[in-house]
């Protein structure tokens, strides 16, 4: 009884490893940053290597930028230069390809530039109480 068990609990986890796909474990600009300045490049980081196929900056009530010069090679951090971005706040967006050929998607914002008077307040008096 005791080894089913134990050959359960392997296929499982085995079950579970072959399921695990690479994700973005953290970006630059940070999801939600506000920046004083306009980032110069985009970089992503994954958990494992993927290949980039789609990066585009949308500004806030504009149209979508894609990004020209990625790289065709599996990478766990991509960095690309940014378009020259203005004040305002922008969309990023994403689409990789992993070994396994699972694709993913994804998006995160950020904002360049002073937020009007009372914007994000309390969120930036939680913060840095921290």
């Given at each position: 009884?005791?080894?089913?068990?134990?050959?359960?609990?392997?296929?499982?986890?085995?079950?579970?490893?072959?399921?695990?796909?690479?994700?973005?474990?953290?970006?630059?600009?940070?999801?939600?940053?506000?920046?004083?300045?306009?980032?110069?490049?985009i970089v992503l980081h994954f958990s494992e290597p993927v290949r980039v196929t789609a990066l585009s900056v949308t500004p806030s009530g504009g149209d979508r930028q894609n990004l020209a010069g990625i790289p065709g090679e599996f990478v766990k951090d991509f960095t690309i230069a940014a378009p020259g971005l203005g004040n305002g706040d922008y969309a990023v967006s994403w689409r990789a390809l992993a070994p396994d050929s699972h694709v993913m998607t994804g998006t995160f914002t950020f904002s360049v530039g002073a937020r009007a008077p009372g914007a994000d307040a309390g969120h930036a008096e939680h913060s840095a109480s921290h």
């Open positions: 009884m005791k080894g089913s068990t134990y050959a359960v609990a392997a296929l499982l986890l085995v079950s579970s490893l072959a399921h695990a796909h690479s994700q973005l474990t953290s970006s630059t600009p940070a999801d939600k940053a506000s920046l004083a300045s306009a980032p110069k490049e």
